[in-house]
């Protein structure tokens, strides 16, 4: 039997997506926030992925400023600076420096990249939607780089677990891979 989930909790039935840590702003000023509303939406060339954020948040304004961000993926190793970071604003403080998080040179954008992550999409805003409290960006990737003994084209969840929020202080992890056998053709 299936219960009636509250309309407001509804999307926890297709989260969790995978945590990542976007960062803005510039080497000079760098922001981090944590992240899990993103999702790819063109994986052809272009890979464009979407991300919806706030209009309130301190990382929203640096991105509009150049209209670039990096979006990082932490692993189960980073389970607190993730969490850590995704705590209040990055207003008026230093994130990077309260977390342990070490900025590092982006290749072809101006926010950095952080460097104990295992992999990072360096990104340009191309499109903005305006929705009510949360605004859609479409993201061109311009780089992507990963480590390559926990990425072969996709994520080696016995080697690297992805981190996915579930509320509050509380995440899952992506542990294994399980293969489907292939359906005849008909």
Not at 125 to 133: A, G, L
Request: proline share 5%.
């Amino acid at each position: 039997m299936k219960k009636e989930v509250e309309l407001n909790k509804a999307k926890w039935l297709v989260e969790p997506g995978c945590v990542v840590m976007v960062t803005s702003g510039t080497m000079e000023r760098p922001n981090v926030m944590t992240f899990s509303w993103q999702t790819p939406v063109n994986s052809a060339d272009p890979c464009l992925i979407l991300l919806a954020i706030s209009h309130v948040r301190y990382s929203y304004e640096l991105i509009k400023q150049n209209h670039e961000l990096v979006i990082n993926v932490p692993g189960q190793e980073l389970l607190e600076q993730a969490h850590r970071v995704g705590q209040g604003t990055g207003r008026g403080r230093n994130r990077f420096k309260e977390s342990g998080l070490t900025p590092v040179a982006a290749q072809l954008v101006q926010p950095p990249l952080i460097k104990e992550c295992a992999a990072h999409l360096e990104c340009r805003v191309v499109q903005i939607f305006e929705m009510q409290t949360h605004d859609l960006l479409i993201c061109e990737v311009v780089r992507a780089a990963a480590d390559e003994d926990l990425f072969d084209g996709r994520w080696i969840p016995e080697k690297f677990h992805t981190l996915h929020y579930l509320g509050g202080n509380k995440y899952g992890l992506m542990n294994r891979t399980v293969v489907a056998q292939q359906a005849e053709q008909t």
